[in-house]
């Protein structure tokens, strides 16, 4: 798209168009661009930065992607460097391999084709198998995850090529790792230098699982904190038994309110819009007399709608019934512009207003004509938490006519109200739509990318944790066997079990204290960024660091733990043998 194209500029001519042909065609009533505002955006962007738009399209978010991006490669680079751990705990325990491979004449290069051959025929058939089970998985990760995507079409090809130089590209570097680590261990006189090296090398393997383990271990807990947050904190309003209802006509609207208000399990029905919305849409309002001006939310809301929703009245009164008009009375100009509309609004409201005796205060601007305070309402969290409460006008003599009801059952009866809905539209031909028409606060749709991350983090984990234990088990055997030696000579001299394994296990811990310190810093930032999406949020307490970093305390010495008793309950003579 060429820079000199101004999108606010065309956006604002094209709400001009359309508020000018709506006006052409209504009868006795007339809006301005203000009330038919568009943004445009690139079809490039839509997928990934339209999360706010709503609709009924399904939506990337390019943060989670990004999120799964970085795990991804971690575990990717994670279960490459416990195959090399694995193979480093083998060979020391097979060093004559290598030797008796040299004295039958083997040259370094054959040697070296070797472990790359192996290498890539395990990688190719770990792809195979990975291929045959990715159906099952799939469905898996589509059931929680909310996201579809079909494997195996032309447009795959590429992705398949890509993999596969990845895998050709790990796979030679594999074998290349083992045929040095062979090398090393096949000569006795290893210098301190070489030494050193190796054992820097085998920190930074041990580690950097470690501190991914940590970090994951820590975003879940806090993931499901914040979680947890959502799903407790008092909204303010009824989400369990109201229910918002599209109407298609103003007729069905009034033989919906007809029919329905004679049931029992019926607490109200209410002229409405949806009170919870996935964003925030602003308008100007002002107070009269004032240049004060509340950039708010403005809800069409009739008498009822506050007990539809069990909203607390906190002071005034609630909105007259007899000034409610009817279908043909709102779309009266004349009335209209005599008529000082009612409302109620919010604490909010009232504290950005700066207003100390808020009834009785005339209100103009996006209202319509003009507005008057008569009460003032609790705050309520209409919006996801990504958002602080907003000021918020309620009232149903505004300048759009919502043909939407809201309707508050009786706990339990649910099923039975939805059953009967479906018995309306179905009678005017509508059943089909039901799913579009009749809404309810689901917090499964509105926190989904949330949900989605919580479901990865623990399958990541789960994941990284299984791989790390095969990591530390081909350590700790690389450890005990490269040791032999001095476990032999300690036990020879009266060393008892426990401190063989505290030998043994001392480095553990310290990889794994390190590894803590490493991975705080990492996991506090990345989540301060992810929390900083909401407006309301859970503390980051040191303590969950803690625990995160004990548990992978714990589970490294639970995982070394065996192999170090076994080389410590080792009988000396046979450690000493070939020694």
């Known amino acids: 798209m060429p820079k000199s194209i101004n999108l606010d500029m065309i956006a604002s001519q094209f709400s001009g168009i359309i508020a000018n042909e709506i006006n052409r065609n209504a009868v006795g009533y007339q809006i301005s661009a203000e009330y038919t505002k568009y943004h445009l955006q690139p079809f490039n962007e839509m997928y990934m930065d339209s999360l706010s738009v709503r609709d009924e399209m399904n939506k990337g978010d390019s943060q989670f992607v990004q999120i799964m991006i970085v795990i991804g490669f971690s575990i990717l680079l994670i279960i490459w460097l416990n ?120 920190n930074f393997l041990i580690q950097f699982q470690l501190v991914t383990f940590v970090v994951l271990l820590t975003s879940m807990f806090f993931v499901n904190r914040q979680i947890k947050l959502i799903r407790q904190s008092d909204l303010g309003f009824n989400t369990e038994n109201t229910f918002s209802i599209y109407m298609m006509s103003n007729n069905d609207q009034v033989l919906f309110k007809q029919e329905f208000a004679q049931l029992s399990y019926i607490n109200a029905i209410a002229n409405g819009e949806n009170l919870f919305s996935s964003g925030y849409v602003q308008h100007s309002v002002y107070i009269e007399g004032t240049d004060n001006e509340i950039e708010t939310q403005i809800i069409p809301g009739d008498h009822n709608y506050i007990e539809a929703y069990d909203i607390e009245l906190l002071s005034g009164k609630n909105l007259d019934s007899a000034k409610i008009p009817t279908w043909e009375e709102f779309f009266n100009i004349k009335r209209k512009s005599s008529t000082v509309v009612e409302v109620l609004v919010n604490e909010e409201f009232v504290r950005k207003a700066g207003l100390k005796n808020p009834i009785g205060t005339i209100l103009s601007g996006e209202v319509g004509n003009k507005a008057q305070i008569v009460g003032v309402i609790e705050n309520v969290r209409n919006l996801p938490f990504y958002y602080n409460t907003k000021p918020m006008v309620v009232g149903y003599d505004l300048p ?26 179905k009678e005017r031909n509508l059943a089909s739509y039901i799913d579009q028409l009749v809404l309810k606060y689901d917090y499964e749709t509105i926190y989904s990318k949330e949900e989605s991350l919580r479901k990865f983090i623990q399958i990541f984990s789960i994941i990284i944790l299984l791989t790390m234990i095969m990591g530390l088990v081909g350590l700790s055997l690389y450890i005990s066997e490269s040791k032999t030696k001095e476990i032999g000579i300690r036990k020879v001299n009266g060393a008892k079990i426990s401190e063989v394994i505290v030998l043994l296990n001392k480095d553990f811990v310290k990889w794994v204290a390190i590894a803590f310190i490493i991975a705080t810093p990492i996991a506090w930032y990345a989540l301060r960024l992810w929390l900083e999406n909401f407006a309301y949020k859970t503390t980051l307490s040191w303590w969950i660091f803690a625990l995160a970093g004990l548990l992978a305390l714990g589970i490294a010495l639970l995982t070394v733990s065996w192999q170090s008793w076994k080389a410590a309950t080792r009988n000396p003579v046979e450690s000493l043998r070939y020694e």
Do not use: C, W
């Open 83 to 202: 195959y090399i751990i694995l193979n480093m705990g083998v060979l020391s325990k097979n060093k004559s391999y290598g030797a008796i491979h040299n004295i039958l004449g083997g040259s370094s290069v054959t040697l070296l084709k070797k472990y790359i051959s192996f290498a890539l025929l395990f990688s190719v058939l770990v792809f195979i198998i990975v291929l045959f089970i990715y159906p099952f998985v799939y469905k898996i990760i589509a059931s929680f995850s909310g996201y579809h995507y079909s494997l195996f079409t032309e447009n795959d090809f590429p992705i398949f090529g890509k993999f596969l130089v990845m895998l050709l590209l790990f796979s030679v570097l594999s074998g290349t790792f083992q045929y040095l680590i062979s090398k090393k261990m096949v000569g006795r006189n290893i210098s301190e230098t070489q030494k050193y090296m190796q054992k820097r090398f085998f």
């Open 400 to 425: 759009f006519y919502v043909m939407n009801l809201v309707v508050s059952v009786k706990n339990g009866f649910e099923p039975v109200f939805l059953k009967e809905v479906e018995k309306f539209f």
